[in-house]
């Protein structure tokens, strides 16, 4: 009897790597459908210039009915890439995205900041302003001109910012409400609740992210930020503008 | 013959078509029997006796198939216009089987009139009935003495009699009211939660494939799309939901019987109670008819080992359904093996803002200290504190947000956002989701964070007790 179930059990373990081989293949396939179409989609633009992509970037975004008012980015597993990751702030600002945050969950980010700053301020245009929100410097007002504020966020700022939001309120006698708890934390958190959440990767995990604000945000997914595209962008973005929210109705 | 053995050959037949929509309530008028005796040169006893065993061959195949009404006719007062001595074969006949219906099958019900029928046979059915009564797996209803003229003349005879005796006035005569009176009135059931049967031969089969990788211990689901599927099968609203409960029905039978342990539902959320007060009443009354049916079947949640859990903001829930979520979670706390969660009334910020006023109270009695206050304390003091965290999320209708679900619980869970609507969310299309939770788990593993270690643990079961204590409370207030 025990040969019997050895033998059911082996036939059980080779259908399923043959169920996720055949997974594997599909997903391969699908892949090379989409490298090729993103092929396309360039040999159709042709070579552009820097000022060509931006300029396409505002038509499209123009034509857009809603645009989200804070993005933020998980970065996920992936490497950090301080170029495309500058591109991304560029082409936020393009769009009329006012507050851009990085979720870096590693932390590789956030130890290399500097360099994403320098990365920054080499490729956007001198009159736009860049706002970095980081514990040493404060929020600076007063500027004129196309600006964004950014930030990068690690782990500490997930689940970690509710307990000290606890522990804050605990000292203070102000009743504990939903309110109460979301003033507190937006001090913590300073920016607004994201409206679009872009998540890299075959898959979606929050990894931590800060769980209080993101209760209403839209997530999408592109496959990876390396080699980032604008089309990929706007694709994104066209796309958060067909989701429509009820809030429950 | 035996109602419970099928041949291997039948059974993958019958897996096979399970795949599809199977009727819920199924009838049959049996009809030839005559006619196959006289190909056979034999008198109509024979013809009677073969039908009934092919009768017995459907009940088991339909009750494998998972058709949960069949209705037969047998006996027509049509039929009493026959020769005496046929009539009083076939009367023999129906005593012979009924003693053989007395040991087998789940319930059944005659219906017909009682008068027409000689007392004997009528006093061996009345004892089936009484004996089967309390099934609730199948129902065979047997049409004896019966034509649906003499069945509607009597139903309007009942409402008729209602309303000499104003128990009833004219405007509660509607379609639904005479259908309602007829023999059988509680026919159109709605299905249960929980099924005892088992899941099929081909689920099972692909459970065992699947079990090879990895399976989420915890489950989460947002519900979603509903109404947008009742108004593609263009019906009302209420269509929708009911379909949707079903689907919760299907998708937790197959779970139980994976490595699924907890799976936790989103119901009813408090911004739903935005909606217009019409869809919100329909909503309460219909959970209230469900969580009523729990109730009254609370015996095979015990049997199964499911324990039932409500999470959310009690003083938002209408009184008298949520004495009866009490009742329920206080009759299955002690069971163990699967944790059935329901969310109703409730949204994660809302959990969390009463976790965080917990952890105020504690320190203001200093019962805890500053530094007990941590991440894992901060879980612990939610509606149901002692759920392990959500390896998989799933949400049908292609909207990519959370909506307020379990915030703190999905840190580390894998997302998946399903396009189909949530009654369309079938048996595949579970698998698809558990095959790409599979593929992708080990990366998701790598990149998890861990939390600190428990401390307090008092103040924990402290508010784990207080919790319990008040739903007891509640529990026991239910109003008539």
């Given at each position: ?5 050895h ?16 997974f594997t ?13 993103c092929?396309?989609?360039e ?10 992509i931006l ?36 082409w ?8 851009i ?19 920054v ?8 302003n ?6 040493e ?12 504020h ?44 994201p409206?679009?959440g ?15 604000q ?7 997914n592109i ?8 089309y990929?962008?706007?694709?994104v ?7 429509e929210q009820?809030?429950?109705? | ?11 993958l ?39 009934f ?12 198939l ?40 789940n319930k059944?019900?005659?219906?017909g009139?009682?008068s ?17 009564r ?18 509607i ?16 006035t ?21 299905d ?5 049967s ?16 990895r ?18 099968m263009?019906?009302?609203?209420q ?9 919760i ?5 197959f779970?139980r ?12 959320s ?5 909606r217009?007060?019409d869809?919100?009443k ?24 499911i ?8 003083s ?6 949520y ?8 009759e299955?706390?002690?069971e163990?093996?699967?944790?059935l ?5 409730y949204t ?17 009695s ?11 304390l ?16 799933l949400?049908?209708?292609g ?20 396009d ?16 790409q ?44």
């Amino acid at each position: 009897m025990n040969g019997k179930m050895h033998q059911r059990n082996f036939v059980y373990k080779l259908l399923w790597h043959l169920v996720h081989t055949v997974f594997t293949i599909f997903k391969c396939i699908h892949d090379i459908y989409l490298q090729l179409e993103c092929k396309l989609i360039e040999w159709r633009l042709g070579n552009r210039c820097e000022a060509q992509i931006l300029d396409n970037l505002q038509k499209a975004t123009a034509k857009l009915k809603k645009m989200p008012k804070h993005l933020t980015i998980l970065l996920g597993t992936e490497e950090p890439s301080h170029n495309d990751l500058a591109k991304l702030v560029l082409w936020s600002l393009t769009a009329g995205i006012s507050f851009i945050s990085f979720y870096d969950v590693q932390g590789k980010l956030k130890m290399n900041e500097e360099e994403l700053k320098e990365s920054v301020k080499r490729i956007l245009p001198k009159t736009a302003n860049v706002i970095w929100h980081n514990p040493e410097c404060s929020y600076k007002n007063g500027f004129s001109g196309p600006k964004i504020h950014v930030q990068v966020l690690t782990q500490k700022d997930g689940h970690k910012a509710l307990v000290e939001t606890c522990k804050n309120l605990s000292k203070s006698n102000l009743e504990i409400s939903i309110q109460a708890v979301d003033e507190d934390l937006r001090k913590q958190y300073k920016f607004p609740d994201p409206d679009l959440g872009i998540y890299f990767g075959d898959y979606f995990n929050l990894c931590g992210y800060p769980p209080w604000q993101i209760r209403l945000t839209e997530f999408l997914n592109i496959p990876s930020h390396h080699n980032l595209k604008d089309y990929k962008l706007i694709n994104v973005l066209r796309r958060y503008n067909k989701c429509e929210q009820r809030v429950g109705k | 013959m035996d109602l419970k053995i099928i041949p291997l050959m039948q059974k993958l037949c019958l897996d096979v078509i399970k795949i599809g929509r199977i009727p819920n309530h199924m009838a049959l008028i049996l009809d030839g029997n005559r006619r196959f005796a006289a190909r056979f040169n034999e008198g109509s006893l024979f013809g009677n006796t073969i039908g009934f065993d092919r009768l017995f061959e459907v009940i088991k195949i339909t009750r494998y198939l998972g058709v949960r009404y069949c209705t037969i006719y047998i006996f027509s007062i049509e039929n009493f216009k026959r020769s005496k001595d046929e009539v009083q074969s076939l009367f023999d006949l129906i005593e012979e089987k009924i003693i053989y219906f007395l040991e087998n099958i789940n319930k059944l019900k005659k219906m017909g009139n009682h008068s027409l029928v000689p007392k004997k046979l009528y006093s061996m059915m009345s004892k089936l009935y009484l004996e089967t009564r309390m099934g609730t797996d199948y129902y065979l209803n047997i049409a004896f003495a019966y034509t649906s003229r003499d069945e509607i003349a009597y139903s309007i005879n009942t409402i008729a009699n209602g309303l000499k005796t104003k128990d009833l006035t004219e405007l509660d005569v509607d379609e639904s009211l005479l259908n309602a009176c007829t023999y059988l009135g509680d026919l159109p059931k709605v299905d249960l939660l929980i099924r005892t049967s088992e899941p099929s031969w081909l689920q099972k089969f692909y459970m065992n494939v699947l079990n090879n990788g990895r399976i989420p211990n915890h489950l989460a689901i947002i519900l979603d799309g509903n109404r947008r599927y009742a108004t593609r099968m263009n019906k009302e609203t209420q269509f929708g939901h009911r379909a949707g409960f079903d689907r919760i029905t299907e998708i937790f039978n197959f779970t139980r019987y994976t490595a699924v342990r907890y799976c936790t539902i989103y119901i009813f959320s408090i911004e739903n109670f935005k909606r217009s007060p019409d869809e919100v009443k329909i909503l309460m009354e219909l959970a209230e008819e469900k969580f009523d049916e729990f109730l009254m079947n609370i015996d095979e949640f015990r049997n199964l080992g499911i324990c039932v859990k409500f999470f959310g903001n009690p003083s938002m829930v209408p009184k008298n359904l949520y004495s009866t979520m009490c009742k329920i979670q206080m009759e299955t706390k002690m069971e163990t093996k699967y944790f059935l969660n329901f969310a109703f009334a409730y949204t994660s910020r809302d959990e969390i803002t009463h976790s965080i006023s917990t952890i105020c109270k504690g320190l203001k009695s200093e019962v805890i200290t500053e530094s007990d206050v941590d991440e894992s304390l901060l879980n612990d003091c939610t509606y149901l504190g002692d759920l392990p965290k959500v390896d998989l999320l799933l949400r049908t209708s292609g909207v990519v947000r959370l909506s307020d679900f379990l915030l703190l619980q999905i840190a580390d869970a894998q997302i998946i956002f399903m396009d189909c609507t949530w009654p369309e969310f079938s048996f595949l299309k579970c698998l698809y989701c558990l095959i790409q939770y599979q593929r992708c788990q080990h990366l998701v593993e790598k990149s998890n964070h861990h939390q600190s270690t428990k401390a307090s643990m008092e103040f924990r079961k402290k508010c784990n007790d207080d919790i319990w204590k008040n739903i007891k409370h509640s529990s026991k207030a239910i109003i008539d």
